[in-house]
T-cell receptor
């Protein structure tokens, strides 16, 4: 596709429910990132994939958060037993190459998660 | 700890006026710095990249500067337009390590009014 696509655009979950957020990166992009963005804040790093390998998950806030990219393209961020503090916009970004320092990130428009 | 601080936090200017946004960083070792524009409800979009050897770079009405000695960058917007209303985020990449080593600022929220 022309850009990074994320779905759903909005998600409302009751506290305790599980949610799954999907990211379709730009075709051929090696690197894929997930970020969490609170209102009025910059994106906070969650996890990073190079193809299907999850190379860095140091930003995942708890073991309730899980991400996968099994075939090196589409990625899913899963949050189990959602809590109110999980409410945020979840941004996915992809990048063409893994090691090129000046390759820009291409962001999707995010999924706004509201936990009630 | 790597940090990126941006100022002002928010800014309101009249259409047609100029403005300058500031970014101070403590990321080390430094690789490059990008300015992103984030419209409301959208993902950030890269405006420009500054590497260690570059002092200034223009992209239309946007001009970015970098002072690697003082670890400061600025983004100057000339003849602002209503469509410039957005958050502007400074992102610094550190050299080495994994590709995930980016440090984001919290952004400057710019509102351009009539």
């Amino acid at each position: 596709g022309a850009g990074v696509s994320q779905s759903p655009r909005y998600k409302v979950a009751k506290r305790g429910q599980d949610v799954a957020l999907r990211c379709d990166p730009i075709s051929g992009h090696v690197s894929l990132f997930w970020y969490q963005q609170a209102l009025g804040q910059g994106p906070e790093f969650l996890t990073y994939f190079q193809n299907e390998a999850q190379l860095d998950k140091s930003g995942l806030p708890s073991d309730r958060f899980f991400a996968e990219r099994p075939e090196g393209s589409v990625s899913t961020l899963k949050i189990q037993r959602t809590q109110q503090e999980d409410s945020a916009v979840y941004l996915c970004a992809s990048s063409l190459v893994a090691t090129e320092a000046w390759s820009p990130l291409h962001f999707g428009n995010g999924t706004r998660l509201t936990v009630t | 700890k790597n940090q990126v601080e941006q100022s002002p936090q928010s800014l309101i200017i009249l259409e047609g006026k100029n403005c300058t946004l500031q970014c101070n960083y403590t990321v080390s070792p430094f690789s490059n710095l990008r300015w992103y524009k984030q419209d409301t409800g959208r993902g950030p979009v890269s405006l420009t990249i500054m590497t260690f050897s570059e002092n200034t770079k223009s992209n239309g009405r946007y001009t970015a500067t970098l002072d690697a000695d003082t670890k400061q960058s600025s983004l100057h917007i000339t003849a602002s337009q209503l469509s410039d209303s957005a958050s502007y985020i400074c992102v610094v990449r550190s050299r080495g390590g994994t590709a995930s080593k980016l440090t984001f600022g919290t952004g400057t929220r710019l509102q351009v009014t009539l």
